[in-house]
């Protein structure tokens, strides 16, 4: 029952932008932080952003500091992570999951995630 469900993904231009959704069913969102992950091949995946259950908290890898926003509408039961300036180092899968703390370990199966592609 307990589904996650990314999209907005797709080939970019280096200095682009992607809007990326996580979508969620058979659980309350909204009562656990949000978290976006990636992972490029032959990498580990790496927590990109997390947001607490209230959206009043957040947090971010160094590396996406300053071009990268997290949100969540509560009442769509969806987290959303708004990219900009993008770079070729961006490229990776993007997936999203829950987690009971700040930094937590995802607590959800993993969804299918949505390629983000950044070239010239």
């Known amino acids: 029952q307990v589904q996650l469900v990314e999209s907005g993904g797709g080939l970019v231009q280096p200095g682009g932008s992607l809007r990326l959704s996580c979508a969620a069913s058979?659980?309350?969102?909204?009562?656990?932080?949000g978290s976006w992950y990636r992972q490029a091949p032959g990498k580990e995946r790496e927590l990109v952003a997390d947001?607490?259950?209230?959206?009043?908290?957040?947090n971010y890898a160094d590396s996406v500091k300053g071009r990268f926003t997290i949100s969540r509408d509560s009442r769509k039961n969806t987290v959303y992570l708004q990219m900009n300036s993008l770079k070729s180092e961006d490229t990776a899968m993007y997936y999203c999951?829950?987690?009971?703390?700040?930094?937590?370990?995802?607590?959800?199966?993993w969804g299918q995630g949505t390629q983000v592609t950044v070239s010239s």
């Open positions: 947001i607490g259950p209230t959206g009043s908290g957040t």
């Open positions: 999951n829950a987690a009971r703390h700040y930094y937590g370990d995802p607590i959800q199966p």
């Open positions: 058979g659980f309350t969102f909204s009562n656990y932080v």
